[in-house]
């Protein structure tokens, strides 16, 4: 981990035991909140391999295996697709020149937004289109962030939370922390957030929410966050 890919920080000493200790925790907090973990095989030699979220996109009963933008993490796609195939999904590909990371992508009922970022780019967006033809793509200009969902996320009930100055969307509540920007959906009124944005866990508890809190600071030093740590498959999802 600690030689992961920084681009938009300084870069910060990781203490991977205690990384271990964060995921497993974030793990728990998902199957505490009815979900089930299915675990990609390890691979100490891709240290961006736990942010899954960017090696596929599951969406409409299809899985899209991503073309990452940085190189050095494509290798991370196969070793998700052999975790993908246990599912019933109909696998599709970025291909050729097209990039895509799945951070780029937030789904908001038929809407998807995909960041315009360092790591996606127009061909990547046109192929997620064409396997999506039932959904409205709609492309993001970002600034001085990673990934679309680095600036912005949904609540539950599509409200969309983030950081104006990083993304031109309209009608953005805006949270009173960076890492406030991000939160997963677990179902019904909970959601999951990071441990570093509490005055905005409060807001949006004073929203009716449930907030599940995990620390996750050990990936916030590599630019992750909550999003980019899991894929989240619902039934939905699932042809069967």
Known sequence: MAE??????????????????????YVR??????????????????????????????????AVLTRPGAP??????????????????????????GT???????????????????????????????HLPEREIVPVELRGVLHLKSAVTALPDGTLIGDPACVDLQDLLVPEEESGSHVVLLGGERVLMAASAPATAATLERRGLEVVRVDISEFEKLEGCVTCLSVLVRSRDVRS
């Open 100 to 130: 895509l990371d799945g951070g780029d992508v937030l789904q908001v009922g038929s809407r998807v937004y995909v960041g315009r970022s360092a790591r996606t780019n127009d061909e990547g967006i046109a192929q997620l289109a064409a």
């Open 29 to 62: 907090a998902l199957e505490e909140n009815g979900w089930r973990a299915e675990h990609v095989e390890r691979a100490d030699e891709l240290p961006d391999g736990p942010f899954v979220e960017d090696t596929v996109v599951v969406c409409a009963g299809r």
């Open 4 to 25: 992961g890919i920084v681009t938009n920080i300084e870069r910060e000493p990781v203490d991977a035991e205690l990384a271990a200790r964060q995921h497993a925790a």
């Open 72 to 97: 050095e993490r494509r290798p991370e796609v196969e070793s998700v697709a052999a975790a993908v195939r246990k599912l019933d999904l109909e696998i599709r590909r970025i291909e050729g020149e």
